[in-house]
């Protein structure tokens, strides 16, 4: 038996994927309401959210229009020619899943190998956060900061290369999509809050307690992409 090529397409390509070829071949003619994320997430047999990834990576092929407080409809205009298969970047609950079990291992560790000097630096950069949204101003930049010297503080320099790395992917086309219409950007009073408690369990030299507060804020973060829970 030959060997087969592995299928190394994310899920929600492949969702993409699939009900792209059925707007190709006409079964979803232009102008037509595609099934609701609930009807879709059952017959394809995969979650609510992977079905959202995949509605906005068709969006960004230009097969499908989101009309808001209406549906998700077939473009007027159907290609008829092939496309590439629809990659838009990681989906963005893997890349937050991941964060969530590297980044709450990395704050416990963290909580015991950070020195003084890191404990201060991170501790302005919390601050810097909160001028920084007082002002108007944008504080992505110095959130990555933030998890990126609490990965410095373990001493492993390999770790904080892999926080920027799950960062970038957080600029991929079908994350930022997501991001705006789940509105990530206002989640800054939960993020504050997190901040704050990973910040207090590293200082107070608790691993639990660092890593539980990491796991906490990830998951707040995965639950408002996912659709799963309010911005609590």
Known sequence: MPFQPIDS???????????????????????????????????????????????????IAGLVEVRTGSGTYVRATRPTAPIAPIDVGHSPSDVISARLMIEGEIARIAATTASERDLAELADLVELMTREHEDGVPGEDTDLRFHMGIAAATGNAVLPTVIERL?????????????????????????????????????????????????????????????????V
């Open 167 to 231: 960062w970038q992917d957080q600029h991929a086309p079908v994350f930022e999509i997501l991001s705006e219409r789940v509105q990530l950007p206002e989640n800054w009073e939960p993020t504050r809050r997190y901040h704050a408690a990973i910040l207090e369990a590293l200082q107070n030299r608790d691993p639990d307690g660092a890593a539980a507060a990491m796991r906490a804020h990830l998951a707040q973060v995965l639950a408002v992409l996912t659709g799963d829970g309010p911005m």
């Open 9 to 59: 397409q994310r899920l929600y390509q492949r969702v993409a994927d699939q009900i792209g070829d059925m707007i190709r071949g006409g079964e979803f003619p232009p102008g037509h309401r595609l099934p609701p994320e609930r009807d879709l997430s059952k017959s394809l047999g995969v979650s609510r959210p992977v079905v959202r990834e995949a509605m906005i990576a068709l969006e």
